[in-house]
Structure formats: C-alpha cells, structure tokens
C-alpha cells in the first residue's frame, strides 16, 4: 500500500473512531482496503460473515467515513476474501501514445480519462450471511463478535460453554440435543452463535440454520396457508445445524408443537445437531407436550446464571477491548459494582460511556462513568461508599499500598487494614460477601465473614479501635471517588 492509500485508509479508520464510536471493533485492524474503482471503494473482509456484518451493520458509517476522507461521493463496497476483485487492482503501466506532431512540431500526450466519483452508488442490497441460505427469510443473522474468544468463562456458566464448545467440535455426538436456559441478557445468544461460527470455520459446506421460535413458527404458519409443507419439512430437516432461539415459545401452539416433534426426531435419527435455548428449563415451560419436554431433556440442560463481580469485570474488560474502548480498573470496577442484572446492560454502560466521551471529546474516566449510570438510573446521582474509596481511605490511614491489601501477604500489618476494608465494604455498600471477596484478591465468602466478626468484636472492647473506625467511616461518606 502506498503512503497516500496508507494515508487515506488511517483517516478513514480515524473518522470512524471519532464520528461512529459505536460501530467500531478492534477486527477492523484486519480490513484491506482495494482503493477506488468505477465509483466506489472497495474494502476486503477476511471471512464471508465479516463481510454480511459489515453490509449489515456498518455500511452508513463507512460511507460516511470514506466520503468525508476523500472529499468525494462515492459509495462503500464490501468484498469478501473469494470475491472477485479484478475492478479494484492497479493497472500496470503502460507506454504513454502519442498525438501527431503539430503546428509547433511536438507532439502531445493522448490524456488517460479519469473515472469519474461523482455518482452515489445505491445502499448494497442486504445480503444473507453464508450460513444463512436464501430461502430462510426468518433467519437470524451471525455476530462475528460472538466467537467462543469473546465469550467471558465464570462460575455461573461454565457448564453451558463446555458444552456449546464439545457441540462445536463434535455436532449431533456429544450432547444432543443441547438445551441453554437462563433470564434474558445472560449470555445464551453468545454460546448459541459462537457454535453456528465454529461449525462454519471448521465445515465451510456445513448447513447450518440460526432462528427465533417465532421465525420458525412463521414459516410454518406460511407453508401451512401456501400448501408447501413438503419443502418447509425438506429446509427444517435437511440440516447439519439448527439452532432455535426462546423455544419456550411454542407455549399453547399445538400445531406448531406437533410440527416440531417430527421434525425434532428426524434431525435426532439422522446425528444432526439440534440446539435449544429457553429462559426457562424444559419442565417449567408452561404448555409444552409432554413428550416435547422429555426429548429437550435426552441431552445435556445447562443452566446459565447471572455473573458475578469477578466475572462481569472481566465482560466489561472483553467488551472494551473489542470496541477499542481504553477503561482504566477504577471505571470498570465501579460499573461492575452498579450493574449486576445482565450483560447487555454491561454492554449499553460501554456504548453509553463510549458515546459520551465521543461528543465530548474526553476520556472515558471515572466521574465521566459516574454521570453516565447517573442518567441509565443504574447508580445514585450523589456518590456513596464504593469498595475503591473504602481501600483508597484504608490505605492511606494504615500507609499500606493498596496492592499489598489485594494481595496474598498475611503480615499483621497488612491484615488488620484489610480486615478493616472487608468490614467497612460489608457495611456501606451493596455488596455480597462473594462480590467482597473476589474484589480482595479472589477471597472466599468466608474470610469475609471472619474479617466482619473480627472487627466487631474488637469495637466493641478496644475504644481506641473503635475510634479509628468511625474516623474511617466518615472519610469514606464523605470521599468521592476518583477524587483521591
């Protein structure tokens, strides 16, 4: 690439960064730009899905991004990496012609005509992922955000991964069918989408069919009122994958039910994969046959729970990451501290925080994070005690660093003042005895427990401890945090 294209290409990514922060992945590093051919400048994704989510979701951005770089209206083209893009290479050079010699007896250079950039193309027309063929209009399109490197292993769902990955690597012979079940947000979509990604990389030619309850419930409803069953049976059954999102949507529809089972049983019969999700497990979903709920169950069933505050700081370090998004431990841990529903709220606290600091031209900080949660109703607009300000006064009264109070030392001096913070945290904020001690280095509940007794304790019966206490509670009332 020469420095001109190289030039050309930065500012484009720069114009993305700063005018549609939210659009930005950290794969676009990966993107090849081909130039400018018959109006429009191509870009090459580095796989088929790539290229779909870009169409999809990307497409406004780029456009603007590109005209706004190069001053011209021209329209954005993206390619994938078996895509033919003869229109946008160089053309080698070539021996200038020449006029005939005139008047003055020189003779002229014939002038190469320049392609004119002057016409808006059209929107690309939208486009199926590969693994979405073209006669499932109801299908759900793949994330290539949602691969099994992006997805956060905690506690609370290592059993659904385990298995998705297992799936992945061996469909329709290790767990089928596989049921995920959990409240919405938790992570189910992810697995579901991270399998159909790993199936298609490994097996390129492999059917592979994602879709919601209601867009297969619509399909069938549509082939029952057009008298195509057979070729609604022949595109359900004839599959090397089918993922269905929210089953627990066939709830009271009989004949949908009753379609289902046999399609169920002809995929089982034939080892091809079936996977299943639910916010609730099989037995608990209100109207399903019988029958039904005992083949959701021949498999595996794998609950998916909330995330803890060691795990949804690791989620909102992995979503950063993958929007490029800089957030130094202090903003994390205070959203991770203030959001404990789902990880789509995680995910909107990071597009919200993200977006902020685009129009505002600052850093994504900690009083900027603040203000944010302030406004999605998810933290107080007056800051109160948080675990950060907690150890930032500790540290400061005993003269202890806070990596030796999260650390492993077990020295006197370093565990009365990390007593005294597991204490203070119990006291003045919301969190659990878990959340407490994974934020103090990975500890279990029970050590938080034993640092709570402690202090008590010693209160109670030790005046000048108890005067240091209260000195310190009040600091940490009145410490905002982030302000140290």
Known sequence: MSDPDRKTWDG????LRSAHPVVCRQWFRELEPLGVASGSYGIRAHSSLHKNYLRRECLDAFNDAVRSETGQLIGVRFLGPDDDASPFERPRKKRISSRPAGADGQTAPIPTPMPSHETILPREAPTFSDSIPPDYPDALPINPDFGFETFVIGPNNELAQAAALAVSAKPGRAYNPLFIHGDVGLGKTHLLQAVCL?????????????????????????????????????????????????IHFLAKRDRTQEEFFHTFNALYQNNRQIILSSDTPPEEIPHLEDRLVSRFKWGLVAKVDAPGYETRIEILRAKAELRGVELNDDVVCYI???????????????????????????????ELAQDCLAELGAAPASDGPTIESIIAAVSDFYSVRKADLLGKRRHKSISLPRQVSMYLAREHTRHSLEEIGAHFGGRDHTTVMHA?????????????????????EQQVRRRRPGRD
């Not at 484009?12 to 114009?15: C, M």
């Not at 529903?341 to 925080?353: D, Q």
């Open 12 to 15: 484009i990514l720069a114009h």
């Open 198 to 246: 790993k199936v298609k990389q490994a097996r390129p030619d492999a059917k592979v069919v994602y879709i919601s309850c209601d867009g297969f419930m619509a399909q069938f409803m549509g082939a029952v009122q057009d008298g195509s069953m057979s070729e609604f049976r022949h595109r359900f059954r004839d599959v090397d994958l089918l993922v269905i999102d929210d």
């Open 336 to 366: 991770a501290q203030h959001i404990d529903s789902n990880i789509r709220e995680l995910e909107g606290a990071i597009t919200t925080l993200q977006m902020r600091a685009s129009v505002e031209k600052r850093r994504a900080d900690l």
């Open 452 to 472: 709570v007794r402690t202090v008590k304790a010693r209160r109670g019966g030790d005046a000048d401890f108890e005067a240091v206490v209260r000195s310190l």
